[in-house]
């Protein structure tokens, strides 16, 4: 795999093994058992090229996607995988043809709309497809202008196909230097607090927590009117905090719950004492602590576009009712809830005021039935100074 470098970008041609290896490295597992259960055809394509003779072919061995420009990080392996079981296999006259840039002084090429194609082709053992060469790379182009012509290839052929998710198109923009003015700062914020999505912020290696997706997370970041909206001193210091083995690894796989998490740790905490007990509960496994709580139930049907304000919510109710239980008394107030309450549908609202207000218990698949801990334990029992 060769990465040709400039300044601030890079161009990384993949081959479609190299780039199976990287980004879905059990995908030829899953085709292999599935061949071998005789439901998918793995020593060639299940059919012929359709009027050969008036079509450009290329030896996939020449096919290369443009690592920067198409969406690696997004292949969509059962989709691949359900093509595959519904045709038996690879087929040429269902895979069309697709779209090509040349090289100038190189015999690959590289894939405007054919990443998944030719991904099927390949685990299938097709050696050859059908091509169209739209343009040539002269050898003088610079790799900004290839990545810039090639960023507009794949714009324009996925406008009307697939929907390519909003995390995929900004690391697009970035890798290929076309992003905007926001994504860059969006992109220096999570630098300064330490967080890696999909090839913006921190490097990924040294970064307090790696997600792959952006999943409203932009909410915590980019605008101060937003009712989610972190300081970045603050987000900062929150950040740095649940890292140190407050918050295990599994939180990656759920970033609208940890942008709940940081938003109600920056905002909605106002004394160490609140945060000590606030971090008690989130490690308690009591029938009402932070862990006894199915993951589903913090982010799951969830009002559209709202999902982190109605997480938010959810967390600071059943927090509420934790901590209500030893106090006797409520933590939370409605009136603490206004700037997220005032973008949330009635049902929401009413939720709340049945938590907060009516104190009506929370219902909740549980994961931990029983307990050793009491819920009306004392500050002291829970080590909170």
Same mark, same amino acid.
């Given at each position: %795999?060769?990465?040709?470098?400039?300044?601030?970008?890079?161009?990384?041609?993949?081959?479609?093994?190299?780039?199976?290896?990287?980004?879905?490295?059990?995908?030829?597992? /899953?085709?292999?058992?599935?061949?071998?259960?005789?439901?998918?055809?793995?020593?060639?394509?299940?059919?012929?090229?359709?009027? /050969?003779?008036?079509?450009?072919?290329?030896?996939?061995?020449?096919?290369?996607?443009?690592?920067?420009?198409?969406?690696?990080?997004?292949?969509?392996?059962?989709?691949?995988?359900?093509?595959?079981?519904?045709?038996?296999?690879?087929?040429?006259?269902?895979?069309?043809?697709?779209?090509?840039?040349?090289?100038?002084?190189?015999? $690959?090429?590289?894939?405007?709309?054919?990443?998944?194609?030719?991904?099927?082709?390949?685990?299938?053992?097709?050696?050859?497809? @059908?091509?169209?060469?739209?343009?040539?790379?002269?050898?003088?182009?610079?790799?900004?202008?290839?990545?810039?012509?090639?960023?507009?290839?794949?714009?324009?052929?996925?406008?009307?196909?697939?929907?390519?998710?909003?995390?995929?198109?900004?690391?697009?923009?970035?890798?290929?230097?076309?992003?905007?003015?926001?994504?860059?700062?969006?992109?220096?914020?999570?630098?300064?607090?330490?967080?890696?999505?999909?090839?913006?912020?921190?490097?990924?290696?040294?970064?307090?927590?790696?997600?792959?997706?952006?999943?409203?997370?932009?909410?915590?970041?980019?605008?101060?009117?937003?009712?989610?909206?972190?300081?970045?001193?603050?987000?900062?210091?929150?950040?740095?905090?649940?890292?140190?083995?407050?918050?295990?690894?599994?939180?990656?796989?759920?970033? /609208?719950?940890?942008?709940?998490?940081?938003?109600? $740790?920056?905002? $909605?905490?106002?004394?160490?004492?609140?945060?000590?007990?606030?971090?008690?509960?989130?490690?308690?496994?009591?029938?009402?602590?932070?862990?006894?709580?199915?993951?589903?139930?913090?982010?799951?049907?969830?009002?559209?576009? /709202?999902? %982190?304000?109605?997480?938010?919510?959810?967390?600071?109710? @059943?927090?509420?009712?934790?901590?209500?239980?030893?106090?006797?008394?409520?933590?939370?107030?409605?009136?603490?809830?206004?700037?997220?309450?005032?973008? %949330?549908?009635?049902?929401?609202?009413?939720?709340?005021?049945?938590?907060?207000?009516?104190?009506?218990?929370?219902?909740?698949?549980?994961?931990?039935?029983?307990?050793?801990?009491?819920?009306?334990?004392?500050?002291?029992?829970?080590?909170?100074?």
């Amino acid at each position: %795999m060769n990465s040709v470098e400039t300044e601030q970008l890079t161009m990384t041609p993949l081959t479609i093994k190299e780039l199976l290896e990287g980004y879905a490295p059990n995908l030829a597992k /899953r085709v292999e058992e599935l061949s071998a259960q005789g439901l998918i055809k793995t020593d060639g394509a299940i059919d012929e090229i359709p009027n /050969r003779g008036k079509k450009n072919i290329m030896p996939l061995y020449l096919a290369r996607i443009i690592e920067e420009v198409q969406r690696i990080d997004d292949i969509e392996e059962n989709k691949i995988i359900e093509n595959l079981l519904r045709c038996g296999g690879f087929s040429h006259k269902e895979a069309l043809v697709g779209d090509v840039f040349g090289f100038e002084n190189e015999e $690959y090429k590289s894939g405007t709309d054919t990443m998944h194609r030719w991904i099927m082709a390949y685990l299938c053992g097709v050696t050859e497809v @059908a091509i169209n060469e739209q343009d040539v790379h002269p050898e003088t182009a610079t790799i900004e202008e290839i990545l810039c012509e090639e960023s507009k290839a794949f714009d324009s052929r996925n406008r009307h196909n697939s929907k390519v998710s909003d995390t995929s198109k900004k690391r697009v923009a970035k890798t290929t230097g076309t992003w905007s003015v926001a994504e860059q700062a969006q992109h220096e914020t999570l630098k300064r607090v330490n967080i890696h999505i999909n090839s913006y912020g921190a490097n990924r290696d040294y970064a307090y927590f790696v997600f792959k997706s952006f999943s409203e997370f932009d909410k915590l970041i980019t605008n101060p009117n937003n009712p989610c909206y972190v300081e970045t001193d603050s987000l900062k210091k929150t950040v740095e905090f649940f890292q140190d083995d407050v918050l295990d690894e599994g939180i990656q796989n759920h970033p /609208r719950l940890f942008g709940a998490l940081c938003l109600i $740790y920056s905002n $909605y905490l106002n004394s160490s004492k609140d945060k000590s007990a606030f971090t008690v509960w989130l490690e308690d496994t009591s029938s009402s602590g932070f862990k006894s709580y199915n993951d589903k139930f913090w982010s799951q049907k969830v009002q559209h576009t /709202r999902n %982190m304000e109605q997480t938010a919510l959810r967390v600071l109710c @059943a927090y509420n009712q934790w901590r209500r239980k030893q106090l006797k008394s409520n933590v939370i107030e409605i009136s603490d809830l206004k700037d997220l309450l005032e973008v %949330m549908n009635v049902e929401t609202n009413q939720f709340v005021q049945d938590c907060l207000i009516s104190e009506i218990p929370i219902k909740y698949d549980p994961i931990v039935t029983s307990h050793d801990e009491d819920d009306d334990s004392l500050d002291e029992t829970f080590g909170i100074k």
